[in-house]
């Protein structure tokens, strides 16, 4: 599942792409895909770093690569470990809410992006998320959890204060609102939970068969209820080499 629309990066051949706060490795990949794409990606959890690490081995495996280089690691993302200016496109999606000191993230995420380059920041949208910490008070108290909740406006302002320029946003995965909702009331850890259980096999059935039926809902319900808000930015400065 694809939070970030790649159509909207400009990913030219040869190009760097830092995936910081990786995960498993889902829009990591994505970017491997593309001819001669190089990826880096960042994560805190060594079992998701090394998770996204055998993904993009089983690609390369599998020829669905694009030939590039790959790079995963376990770094923190308030001090990233590399130069200012080395990459031609950063992705953080789903990672600022977790963050302490979520400002040194964005200014790390800046720093290390070219002037002129593509940033994109997904993070929880705010109604969907306060209905989440309304239900359950474990849902935003677990450790490593999430911590804050960005208003839009709020979110734009940051990072727009901290060097870069607001291109657009989009809502995304309105038909997952309802299920952590569900999570949220039954238990968020209750992973068992019947009514969970089935919800969860709707959700991976509309992800590998892409319904009409649902693809259209998800656009119609998105301005509502959708759960993540994407920012597309630009850093200020040049284009870059």
Known sequence: MLTVDFSRLDLPKGS????AGCGTGRHLSEAFRRRDVNVVGIDKSRK???????????MIGAAQDGGGIKLVCVSD??????DDETFDAVICSEVLEHIPDHRQAISEIIRVLK???PLVVSVPRYLPERICWAISDD???EEGGHIRIF??????????NAGTRCNGTAWKHSLHSPYWWLKCLVGHKNDG???VRLYHRFLVWDIMKKPFLTRVLDRVLNPVIAKSI???LQKGGSHGA
């Open 77 to 82: 993302i308030t001090r990233l470990p590399f």
């Open 230 to 232: 994407v920012v597309y």
């Open 16 to 19: 760097w792409v830092l995936d």
């Open 139 to 141: 849902y935003h108290h």
């Open 151 to 160: 208003r839009k406006k709020e979110l734009i302002n940051l990072l727009e």
């Open 115 to 117: 002037p002129g380059k």
């Open 193 to 195: 939970h019947p009514l």
């Open 48 to 58: 998701d770093a090394d998770a996204a690490n055998r993904m993009l081995n089983t």
